[in-house]
């Protein structure tokens, strides 16, 4: 089960075009079976990118996107996904990448119905 649940996660990222070298050492005991939102997901977004996409943040939601509740996560996963993923432009600048173990907790969560709990 969790097994399978690794090999689709990895078909995902790698047909995102997610580089193999980034993907070498993903340990899925790494990531929660379960994500939730309050657990793991908003410390994620906490960590990363509220500091500048929330209501309080710097910029003020940057380019109109809010990281800071469930429903605007959910809303804007199609770009965070992108820029988090694929493209790997945010966060910008020089911060830190997200590592494997946080995008797979982001992937679980939305796969397994990104329940706001
Ligand atoms: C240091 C401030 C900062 C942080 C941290 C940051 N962003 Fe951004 N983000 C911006 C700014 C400024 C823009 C608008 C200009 C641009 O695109 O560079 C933006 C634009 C975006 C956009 C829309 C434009 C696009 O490129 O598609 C998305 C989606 C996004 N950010 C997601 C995220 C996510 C997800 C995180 C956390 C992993 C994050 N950002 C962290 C500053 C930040």
Same mark, same amino acid.
């Given at each position: 089960?969790? #097994? +399978?649940?690794?090999?689709?996660? @990895? @078909?995902?990222?790698? %047909?995102?075009?997610?580089? &193999?070298?980034?993907?070498?050492?993903?340990?899925?005991?790494?990531?929660?079976?379960?994500?939730?939102?309050?657990?793991?997901?908003?410390?994620?977004?906490?960590? !990363?990118? &509220?500091?500048?996409?929330?209501?309080?943040?710097?910029?003020?939601?940057?380019? %109109?996107? %809010?990281?800071?509740?469930? +429903?605007?996560?959910? !809303?804007? =996963?199609?770009? @965070? =996904?992108?820029?988090?993923?694929?493209?790997?432009?945010?966060?910008?600048?020089?911060?830190? !990448?997200?590592?494997?173990?946080?995008?797979?907790?982001?992937? #679980? =969560? #939305?796969?397994?119905?990104? #329940?706001?709990?």
């Amino acid at each position: 089960m969790a #097994r +399978a649940g690794l090999v689709a996660a @990895l @078909l995902v990222l790698g %047909g995102c075009g997610f580089g &193999t070298d980034t993907l070498e050492g993903v340990d899925p005991e790494a990531a929660p079976e379960e994500p939730t939102y309050s657990e793991h997901v908003s410390v994620i977004m906490d960590l !990363r990118c &509220t500091a500048c996409h929330a209501e309080d943040a710097q910029p003020g939601e940057a380019e %109109g996107y %809010g990281f800071d509740t469930c +429903a605007k996560v959910k !809303r804007a =996963w199609g770009p @965070l =996904w992108n820029t988090v993923a694929v493209s790997q432009t945010m966060p910008p600048g020089g911060a830190e !990448r997200l590592t494997s173990a946080e995008l797979l907790t982001l992937q #679980r =969560w #939305r796969e397994q119905g990104g #329940r706001c709990d």
